[in-house]
């Protein structure tokens, strides 16, 4: 990600702010965006996030 900080809307309200780090959680995308996630840092420190379509026991 390339900016400090991130916000995140739902249904036209912003509902978190933070760090890419800090904001882009399994339990966060999955509560908000309502898919499954696998989250992965890579070595350059970037965040890879895999979703599943529809949630699923992961």
């Not at 780090?21 to 890579?42: C, M, N, P, W």
């Amino acid at each position: 990600m390339y900016c400090d900080k991130r916000y995140a809307m739902k249904e036209g309200r912003i509902v978190g702010s933070g760090t890419p780090k800090a904001l882009l959680t399994r339990e966060f995308i999955s509560e908000v965006y309502e898919v499954d996630a696998q989250i992965y840092h890579g070595k350059d420190d970037q965040i890879h996030i895999f979703y599943h379509s529809g949630k699923q026991e992961l």
